[in-house]
């Protein structure tokens, strides 16, 4: 409603243009020689109060409309106040009004006087006429609210034309007669209906200013004369004008159709009728246009769509159209139902396939080989639950982000909740080759025969998805691998502790490699495939490279696999896998525990690269407690630290059959930890669980890498990767 760029409020007012504020640039409003649209705003005040003209006029504008073209604004009222001794001069007061353009609305104001000892007085600004009315009584029983007749109150029009006024009022006795109750006489011009006449008026007049009502045009001229200067016609685009009928100048109002602000250029737009039905009735197909909407009655209808009353008729049914119009609902009809049964057709089409997917992904994934093994089983090994996809969609929303518990290169771990409450990490791989399916059963065979309390348990798989998800027992706490190198971790990791987890460890390796009915050897013992609980108690996981050793046999030739850093370097050699391989690598990972460093980092200078051999080296110049974590080094138990170094010496010698066997490791750490902790803490014996079961050969890769961030085992394409001739 306002020009851009101009001021378009002043308070609580809204400023229309052709009215501008006196802040504004000159363009923001017009001036004519007999037409002033100026607002002088008073920004000293909090809300802004807008004045007219200047603010010297004292006239406060409220409202201006620019389809009423009129304004609204606070006046004060005349008062005459008598006491005792006579009239108060000190509060007499008149009241005038001077406006240089804008005339008194004569169809929205009165004039009013209240008082029961009253004559007021309306005397034109340039006293063409004059005009009055006198309200009296002498008992206040006599005078009724909201009665305003001429008793204690009397109200008359007011005339076009008037372009201001001076109210004066006078008395017939001194209020001599009705002084207790009617003290002072007021006269001032309303709005009507603005002020509504109460007996409590004739003690105090409960306002100090009324409101009136001001008529507003553009110019003196007429819409005939003003149409002949182009430059200073005001009316634009999709608008009418009129003549003003009060006063003079001219009106621009928009069309019938159109709203909007008739004196800005376009400023009348076309109104969508369609989008308010209930304001422009419509009983067809409503189109809107230019200036209007046009309504369409459906087939079988007529007339001009628009509803009923006056001499619209609204849509009248074709008696003669009932017919074709049964044949077209019967036709409709049987489309829906056509359409229907295609659709419950398509979709039990699509759950069928659905199901043969994943008919096929159990295949594919092993679920045969698996059930044969599973089947092959004797009844004492527990049973390894197949889940469905949908109970692990369930179980992990949807695989949501927020349930993402690790990343690694070849998949990703969820946390995830199963129906009875059990919280469990599901093992989501991002492909799967199919020449390492076997693996994949492997492990589920492995570790569903294995019965330990410092191993992961394998709590289930599922077939159905593109690719094979494992289901594990929920281990909360991360990896040994970042508890030893990470600074803030690593400082709780005390030698205690620390010796607990090597000796769960050992205890897992020697149960696997003497304690089963077939010898296991894990091949990738490390100390990311150690998982920790809250209570650091140690959980052994990854089986996917595991091989079991025939009574018959000591030793297997495979295709090498395992992690750089950890491996044997007798197996890697001669390719030929014995149960000492996992002591290499345990010893390895004992290392690890008493030096905090990594198995092979390649930011270390040449000599510190390689954990096992920088160790040997340091032990054989007794630089021992140089090298040893800062934590251990400060508890004061050397002696203990020196008999797990000679150990870690032992478990890593060249040749195999010079190291000593897990359950001597095992049977040795026991011994150290018993005398760092004198009462016990409650350890399994290593040897008290056994297997039941065989596990079949697998196909073997070379593992570079490392297992997934999470902790759990990567066992699907995870450390894959062939050996180069450098050995790296």
Known sequence: MTKPGCRSVCGNLSIPYPFGTRDSRSDCRINHSFAIFTIDCDNSTDPPIPYMDEKSSNIQILNISIVDHEMQVKVFPARDCYDASGRDWSSRK????????????????????TGCDTSAYFLDRDEKFAFGCMALCSNISDVRNGSCSGIGCCETSIPRGSFGYNISVDNFYNHTNVLDFNPCSYAFVAEIGSYDFSIGDLKQLGFNQSTLVLDWAIGNQTCKDAKKNNTSYMCTNNTICTDANNGFGYKCSCKVGYRGNPYLTNGCQDIDECADRKKYPCEGKCLNVDGSYECFCPMGYHGDGKKRGGNRQGCIANPNSLHLMKILVGVAGAIIVLLFSIGFLYLGHKKMKLIKLKEQYFKQNGGLLLQQQLDGQDRTTKAVKIFSAEELNEATNNYSESNIVGRGGYGTVYKGSLPNGMVVAIKKSKLVARNQIEQFINEVIVLSQINHRNVVKLLGCCLETDVPLLVYEFINNGTLFDHIHHPNKSSKLSWKIRLRIASETAGVLSYLHSATSIPIIHRDVKSANILLDANYTAKVSD?????????????????????????????LQTSQLTEKSDVYSFGVMLVELLTGKKALSFDQS??????????????????????????????????????VSNLAK???????????TMKE?????????AMANPIGDGNIDVNQEEMAHLLKEKTMHMDISGTMNSGYPDTVEDHLMPIVSSGR
């Open 650 to 660: 032992r478990c890593l010698s060249i040749k195999g059959e010079e190291r000593p």
């Open 94 to 113: 008149s009241s005038s009004l001077t406006l240089a353009d804008f005339p008194i609305s004569s169809t929205r104001n009165k004039f009013i006087a």
């Open 543 to 571: 089986f996917g490279a595991s091989r079991l050793v025939p009574f018959d046999q000591t030793q297997l030739f495979t295709m090498v696999q395992g992690t750089w850093g950890y491996l044997d370097p007798e197996y």
């Open 606 to 643: 040449e000599e510190e690269r390689n954990l096992a051999m920088y160790f040997l080296s340091s032990l054989e110049n007794n630089k021992l407690f140089q090298i040893v974590e800062d934590v251990i080094a400060n508890e004061g138990i050397n002696e203990q630290v020196r008999e």
């Open 665 to 673: 490791v095992a049977i040795e750490l026991e011994g150290l930890k």
